[in-house]
T-cell receptor, first 115, second 116 residues
Framework: KAGVTQTPRYLIKTRGQQVTLSCSPI?????VSWYQQTPGQGLQFLFE???????NKGNFPGRFSGRQFSNSRSEMNVSTLELGDSALYLC??????????????FGPGTRLTVL | AQKITQTQPGMFVQEKEAVTLDCTYD???????LFWYKQPSSGEMIFLIY??????QNATEGRYSLNFQKARKSANLVISASQLGDSAMYFC????FGTGGFKTIFGAGTRLFVKA
């Protein structure tokens, strides 16, 4: 079974630009969650999608958005980039995203640098 | 509110010895799942082990075992026979049904150093 894939792996942008990151979950997994990881804030939950619907959202500004397609692939978008958006963005997939899911696997991450 | 606490920012262990990484959690949910992940310097998050809140037995996966004490709300990771490749950051995580729906929260992590 192929793992979670994220593209691109590395990205360099400048302030004010926008960026789109992509995540393909494990086949059969319908829940995709996104996280931002920074040295100062650790791992912070961005949002979770299930069956093309955003089920939950973390405390991030509206510049951060996402969507999920019918094949469970997900994208997240960050508009008007700020220096503080530089981070490792991780996506995780699980079968249903419920508490009894015993599988939650992460992709390799996209390292975003904002100059 | 849901919370995960890892009180050990860094730990040292001698190769081939066992080590315990601490994790306590706080939740009012009757049902939740607990995870441990390993993050090497490459940045990938590697799933190690899962424990469901209703599981009667402690989870084990190879050299990893989870010491689950529900009444104390602790879910410590035990790594037996440490190897040099175990040097990494370790995160404890909990999935519960908080405000707004299901989500997973993470502790601050413990950096493990394995000495030869």
């Amino acid at each position: 079974k192929a793992g979670v894939t994220q593209t691109p792996r590395y990205l360099i942008k400048t302030r004010g630009q926008q960026v789109t990151l992509s995540c393909s979950p494990i086949s059969g997994h319908r829940s995709v969650s996104w996280y931002q990881q920074t040295p100062g804030q650790g791992l912070q939950f961005l949002f979770e999608y299930f069956s093309e619907t955003q089920r939950n959202k973390g405390n991030f500004p509206g510049r951060f958005s996402g969507r999920q397609f019918s094949n469970s692939r997900s994208e997240m978008n960050v508009s008007t980039l700020e220096l503080g958006d530089s981070a490792l963005y991780l996506c995780a997939s699980s079968p249903s995203g419920r508490t009894d899911d015993n599988e939650q696997f992460f992709g390799p991450g996209t390292r975003l640098t904002v100059l | 509110a849901q919370k995960i606490t890892q009180t050990q920012p860094g730990m040292f262990v001698q190769e081939k010895e066992a080590v315990t990484l601490d994790c306590t959690y706080d939740t009012s949910d009757p049902s939740y799942g607990l995870f441990w992940y390993k993050q090497p310097s490459s940045g990938e998050m590697i799933f190690l082990i899962y424990q469901g809140s209703y599981d009667q037995q402690n989870a084990t996966e190879g050299r990893y075992s989870l010491n689950f004490q529900k009444a104390r709300k602790s879910a410590n990771l035990v790594i037996s026979a440490s190897q040099l490749g175990d040097s990494a950051m370790y995160f404890c995580a909990m999935r519960g049904f908080g405000t707004g729906g299901f989500k997973t929260i993470f502790g601050a992590g413990t950096r493990l150093f394995v000495k030869a």
